[in-house]
């Protein structure tokens, strides 16, 4: 298990599921919070990323996120059908 991956809140990672390999990147003064979507609507908080930070995960596959900016809470910064490898930048 490498330690400088992290594993989205509530998703065990003993669990018998396909994980991927992300990697995000927030270059803003502020945080990011990382939300799963699910039917369309905003699910649970999967993690946070703080500002200037670049933080490795492993979340399941065909997951679908939405990232929320802590500057603008009510608004939706985009909605994301994570891919294996992928390198997502914030902003």
Same mark, same amino acid.
């Given at each position: 298990?490498?330690?400088?991956?992290?594993?989205?809140?509530?998703?065990?990672?003993?669990?018998?599921?396909?994980?991927?390999?992300?990697?995000?990147?927030?270059?803003?003064?502020?945080?990011?919070?990382?939300?799963?979507? #699910?039917?369309?609507?905003?699910?649970?908080?999967?993690?946070?990323?703080?500002?200037?930070?670049?933080?490795?995960?492993?979340?399941?596959? #065909?997951?679908?996120?939405?990232?929320?900016?802590?500057?603008?809470?009510?608004?939706?910064?985009?909605?994301?059908?994570?891919?294996?490898?992928?390198?997502?930048?914030?902003?």
């Amino acid at each position: 298990m490498d330690s400088s991956k992290h594993y989205p809140y509530n998703i065990p990672f003993f669990k018998d599921t396909k994980f991927i390999d992300i990697k995000f990147i927030n270059n803003e003064d502020h945080l990011i919070n990382i939300y799963f979507v #699910k039917d369309d609507k905003l699910g649970n908080l999967a993690g946070i990323i703080f500002s200037h930070q670049e933080r490795k995960y492993q979340f399941p596959d #065909k997951s679908i996120v939405a990232i929320v900016s802590d500057k603008n809470p009510n608004k939706y910064y985009c909605f994301i059908k994570l891919k294996d490898g992928m390198t997502y930048i914030y902003p």
